[in-house]
């Protein structure tokens, strides 16, 4: 972030001619003249998975008010984690952030950058987050060692599978390896004629270029630095060059979307289907067979990126506002809710007591579904933070969709990738420097 | 009397610059303001969200030239417009001249032909990513029936475009059958008496007498089209998202991702000025070639 590129021949103009009509706020006319402590927050939230996470997210908040005198959370459905995205960026483009969002943990940097996160180092230290929290989860949340939010939905990819299918197929357990999911997959496909019945296997279309991460890590290779991405080496190639050979193969479903391939699954019409673990109540309980959940398989070992994101509060806003806010994402960050949500979704509960919870002991006895990505979570790192996040997971996204179409070769098409990447993010760090 | 001439001239043109201002005051603000910003910050690099721009100078137009999305999404819009407006049209016209008989009950197929407008785009476009679901997808049920085979329409790369000038066709014909059908009224019908008595078929009547005495309409509906179909934003947001592999990735969609998504509002304003120009070259060569050919009924 702190790289210095002395020889730039820019002027520093400040915006604010051109940015006036932009900000013209008006809060003389508008702030109700009311004198009442009540602290209003807002928080953006997007919902990133499959299922009713909606209500349960509004259902929570509307419990935070009731049992919080002089604090008022007003909830914020931003829609997918960009639109919230978005939606922050441009109010604090304006100048009046909401007082808490909900982002993806890709994108620390990109709010670093424009100075809008307040460090929660010192709260979190004199109270019991860095004790009771995974590390791995708060680590997401980290940059030069400073805390800039609470972990709040963290999950991982894995992999979903239809129990019927496996045992008509004659399958056993979950496949383990590369090698063992293609033949699995190949033997869960059912054509009839040149018509498709049923895929094998789809990859969550949307957030492929996550669980490509993943196989990243599970060929031996953490495929970014701080301030590059290394798409172009071998372990990623033979990644992408496996990913094409199953789709060769007819086994696997060369592109998806977010939502449809978990309608895909909970319908029949795919067998296996790797999405986000905060997907698994809602694919449990609503698909007509038994679902099983296994970690994603390896080559040369387990691999994972956490995706999902830490709850983060405004920089620029009163103090009473940033304590509310710190009140508030503690609350929903607590024991019990932290719990509670695991349960209701399937994202990964934050804290180490959490998980030690009586119900949720039960819980685990009764769905050991829940637990794989727990275990998967050992294996996991934080997902692509790197500065112009955003552009870099669409190039990698059409490199891998231009793949599979059959219009370019995997390594070419990833080579270019991570060129464009590499110079997006140098551009975005020489306005840093 | 020549002052008192001057005079009253000079109110009317006071009256005519009253009566202007409101709308130029809007102009001014929504229009023109911003396209002066967007120039002015297609020279800088500017990040969403961050009051501080840097000079840049022909930059941002230079990586452009490089950038071979851009040049690949300017083909997607190119191959859209040049699909879209012509298929509609043919397709309006020929409704036009059907809705134009006095059969029993017209009313009510005009209306059946126009409800697509009716219908808001976002919905259209969820409506439409349900009907060519490639597994339980009622086209490919129907294609299934016919015997042709099944397609993978918005998730295949080949097809996705095409699907959407599809159901575009379906959302804008029927305006354009609206707008052409009131010109048709206006054609005297002395002429098909004349023809018909002259033994001329239904096609060349079509081709030699509608068509020339409705061309100041078609023309005003080809231009109407290609602001409709450049400004194509809200299928590719709801229904593919640009995917897959870009292959439904048009310019404004881009120049979205590129402000919003990426912040980058600096090279998004070179796209968008990119944009103007093109679309202003393309209505120029529509007005120099087709525009000419434009026949005013009682001119010469």
């Given at each position: 972030m702190k790289s210095t590129k002395p020889n730039m021949m820019r002027r520093r103009l400040l915006a604010t001619g051109l940015a006036a009509p932009f900000v013209s706020a008006m809060p003389g006319i508008l702030t109700p003249a009311r004198a009442n402590d009540t602290v209003k927050l807002q928080f953006m939230y997007p919902v990133g998975v499959s299922g009713d996470i909606n209500t349960i997210i509004s259902n929570m908040i509307a419990e935070f008010n009731a049992t919080h005198d002089g604090v008022e959370v007003e909830a914020i459905y931003a829609g997918s984690y960009d639109n919230t995205e978005q939606?922050?960026?441009?109010?604090?483009?304006?100048?009046?952030?909401?007082?808490?969002?909900?982002?993806?943990?890709?994108?620390?940097?990109?709010?670093?950058?424009?100075?809008?996160?307040?460090?929660?180092?010192?709260?979190?230290?004199?109270?019991?987050?860095?004790?009771?929290?995974?590390?791995?989860?708060?680590?997401?949340?980290?940059?030069?060692?400073?805390?800039?939010?609470?972990?709040?939905?963290?999950?991982?990819?894995?992999?979903?599978?239809?129990?019927?299918?496996f045992a008509e197929a004659g399958l056993g357990d979950a496949p383990v390896t590369w090698d063992e999911l293609m033949t699995a997959a190949q033997a869960l496909t059912i054509r009839d004629g040149d018509a498709l019945k049923r895929w094998g296997l789809t990859i969550g279309g949307g957030w492929h270029d996550w669980m490509f991460e993943g196989y990243c890590r599970q060929n031996g290779l953490v495929p970014w630095e701080a301030d590059k991405v290394l798409w172009d080496r071998p372990e990623a190639i033979e990644a992408l060059e496996f990913w094409k050979k199953m789709v060769d193969a007819g086994c696997m479903a060369p592109a998806s979307t977010w939502q449809g391939s978990a309608n895909d699954f909970m319908a029949g019409s795919t067998a296996m289907l790797y999405h986000s673990t905060g997907s698994l109540t809602n694919l449990r309980t609503s698909s007509p067979f038994e679902v099983g959940v296994a970690f994603m398989p390896k080559r040369k070992q387990f691999g994972a990126s956490q995706g999902g994101g830490p709850i983060m509060i405004a920089k620029n806003q009163s103090d009473a506002k940033k304590e509310a806010a710190w009140t508030f994402a503690r609350w929903m960050t607590n024991t019990e809710n932290q719990a509670a949500w695991s349960r209701a979704t399937g994202y990964l509960a934050v804290r180490k007591s959490s998980w030690q919870q009586p119900e949720m002991q039960q819980y685990l006895a009764e769905v050991p579904q829940a637990e794989v990505a727990m275990k998967q979570a050992e294996y996991s790192g934080a997902f692509l933070q790197v500065p112009a996040y955003s552009r870099a997971r669409d190039n990698l996204k059409s490199a891998i969709d231009r793949t599979l179409a059959g219009e370019i070769a995997p390594e070419a098409a990833l080579t270019t990738a991570t060129a464009d990447t590499n110079r997006e993010i140098q551009r975005v760090q020489r306005r840093q420097g | 009397m020549s002052s008192s001439f001057a005079r009253a001239r000079r109110n009317e043109m006071l009256l005519a610059y009253a009566l202007l201002l409101p709308s130029l005051i809007f102009l001014a603000v929504f229009t023109y303001w911003p396209i002066i910003r967007s120039v002015w910050f297609s020279l800088h690099d500017v990040l969403l969200g961050d009051p501080e721009i840097f000079w840049l100078g022909a930059e941002n137009y230079l990586r452009l030239l490089d950038d071979r999305l851009f040049w690949k999404v300017l083909g997607n819009t190119a191959f859209y417009t040049l699909t879209t407006i012509p298929l509609s049209i043919i397709v309006a016209l020929l409704l036009a001249v059907a809705m134009d008989s006095k059969l029993r009950g017209m009313a009510i197929y005009r209306s059946a032909f126009f409800y697509p407008v009716m219908i808001p785009s976002v919905a259209a476009g969820m409506l439409w990513v349900f009907l060519y679901a490639p597994g339980y997808g009622p086209i490919n049920a129907a294609l299934t029936t016919l015997g042709l085979p099944r397609l993978d329409w918005l998730y295949d790369s080949d097809w996705a475009l095409p699907a959407i000038v599809i159901m575009s066709i379906w959302k804008y014909s029927g305006y354009f059958m609206l707008i052409l059908l009131a010109a048709l009224k206006l054609v005297p019908s002395d002429l098909y008496e004349a023809a018909r008595l002259d033994g001329v078929s239904g096609w060349h009547r079509l081709i030699h007498i509608t068509v020339p005495l409705v061309s100041p309409t078609l023309y005003f509906v080809i231009i109407i089209g290609t602001l409709h179909s450049y400004q194509i934003f809200d299928y590719v947001y709801v229904m593919t998202q640009g995917g897959p592999a870009d292959s439904t990735n048009v310019l404004t969609y881009y120049i979205y991702q590129n402000g919003f998504q990426y912040q980058d509002i600096g090279y998004a304003s070179a796209l968008a000025n990119a944009l103007l120009i093109a679309v202003l070259g393309f209505i120029g060569l529509v007005s120099v070639t087709l525009g000419r050919r434009v026949h005013y009924l009682g001119e010469r």
């Amino acid at each position: 972030m702190k790289s210095t590129k002395p020889n730039m021949m820019r002027r520093r103009l400040l915006a604010t001619g051109l940015a006036a009509p932009f900000v013209s706020a008006m809060p003389g006319i508008l702030t109700p003249a009311r004198a009442n402590d009540t602290v209003k927050l807002q928080f953006m939230y997007p919902v990133g998975v499959s299922g009713d996470i909606n209500t349960i997210i509004s259902n929570m908040i509307a419990e935070f008010n009731a049992t919080h005198d002089g604090v008022e959370v007003e909830a914020i459905y931003a829609g997918s984690y960009d639109n919230t995205e978005q939606k922050v960026i441009t109010s604090l483009g304006v100048g009046e952030p909401p007082a808490l969002w909900l982002p993806i943990n890709s994108s620390l940097q990109t709010f670093l950058g424009l100075d809008a996160l307040e460090d929660i180092t010192e709260q979190a230290k004199a109270d019991d987050i860095y004790d009771d929290f995974i590390g791995g989860f708060l680590d997401t949340a980290v940059s030069d060692g400073r805390l800039y939010g609470l972990s709040y939905q963290p999950s991982t990819p894995v992999l979903y599978y239809n129990k019927d299918a496996f045992a008509e197929a004659g399958l056993g357990d979950a496949p383990v390896t590369w090698d063992e999911l293609m033949t699995a997959a190949q033997a869960l496909t059912i054509r009839d004629g040149d018509a498709l019945k049923r895929w094998g296997l789809t990859i969550g279309g949307g957030w492929h270029d996550w669980m490509f991460e993943g196989y990243c890590r599970q060929n031996g290779l953490v495929p970014w630095e701080a301030d590059k991405v290394l798409w172009d080496r071998p372990e990623a190639i033979e990644a992408l060059e496996f990913w094409k050979k199953m789709v060769d193969a007819g086994c696997m479903a060369p592109a998806s979307t977010w939502q449809g391939s978990a309608n895909d699954f909970m319908a029949g019409s795919t067998a296996m289907l790797y999405h986000s673990t905060g997907s698994l109540t809602n694919l449990r309980t609503s698909s007509p067979f038994e679902v099983g959940v296994a970690f994603m398989p390896k080559r040369k070992q387990f691999g994972a990126s956490q995706g999902g994101g830490p709850i983060m509060i405004a920089k620029n806003q009163s103090d009473a506002k940033k304590e509310a806010a710190w009140t508030f994402a503690r609350w929903m960050t607590n024991t019990e809710n932290q719990a509670a949500w695991s349960r209701a979704t399937g994202y990964l509960a934050v804290r180490k007591s959490s998980w030690q919870q009586p119900e949720m002991q039960q819980y685990l006895a009764e769905v050991p579904q829940a637990e794989v990505a727990m275990k998967q979570a050992e294996y996991s790192g934080a997902f692509l933070q790197v500065p112009a996040y955003s552009r870099a997971r669409d190039n990698l996204k059409s490199a891998i969709d231009r793949t599979l179409a059959g219009e370019i070769a995997p390594e070419a098409a990833l080579t270019t990738a991570t060129a464009d990447t590499n110079r997006e993010i140098q551009r975005v760090q020489r306005r840093q420097g | 009397m020549s002052s008192s001439f001057a005079r009253a001239r000079r109110n009317e043109m006071l009256l005519a610059y009253a009566l202007l201002l409101p709308s130029l005051i809007f102009l001014a603000v929504f229009t023109y303001w911003p396209i002066i910003r967007s120039v002015w910050f297609s020279l800088h690099d500017v990040l969403l969200g961050d009051p501080e721009i840097f000079w840049l100078g022909a930059e941002n137009y230079l990586r452009l030239l490089d950038d071979r999305l851009f040049w690949k999404v300017l083909g997607n819009t190119a191959f859209y417009t040049l699909t879209t407006i012509p298929l509609s049209i043919i397709v309006a016209l020929l409704l036009a001249v059907a809705m134009d008989s006095k059969l029993r009950g017209m009313a009510i197929y005009r209306s059946a032909f126009f409800y697509p407008v009716m219908i808001p785009s976002v919905a259209a476009g969820m409506l439409w990513v349900f009907l060519y679901a490639p597994g339980y997808g009622p086209i490919n049920a129907a294609l299934t029936t016919l015997g042709l085979p099944r397609l993978d329409w918005l998730y295949d790369s080949d097809w996705a475009l095409p699907a959407i000038v599809i159901m575009s066709i379906w959302k804008y014909s029927g305006y354009f059958m609206l707008i052409l059908l009131a010109a048709l009224k206006l054609v005297p019908s002395d002429l098909y008496e004349a023809a018909r008595l002259d033994g001329v078929s239904g096609w060349h009547r079509l081709i030699h007498i509608t068509v020339p005495l409705v061309s100041p309409t078609l023309y005003f509906v080809i231009i109407i089209g290609t602001l409709h179909s450049y400004q194509i934003f809200d299928y590719v947001y709801v229904m593919t998202q640009g995917g897959p592999a870009d292959s439904t990735n048009v310019l404004t969609y881009y120049i979205y991702q590129n402000g919003f998504q990426y912040q980058d509002i600096g090279y998004a304003s070179a796209l968008a000025n990119a944009l103007l120009i093109a679309v202003l070259g393309f209505i120029g060569l529509v007005s120099v070639t087709l525009g000419r050919r434009v026949h005013y009924l009682g001119e010469r």
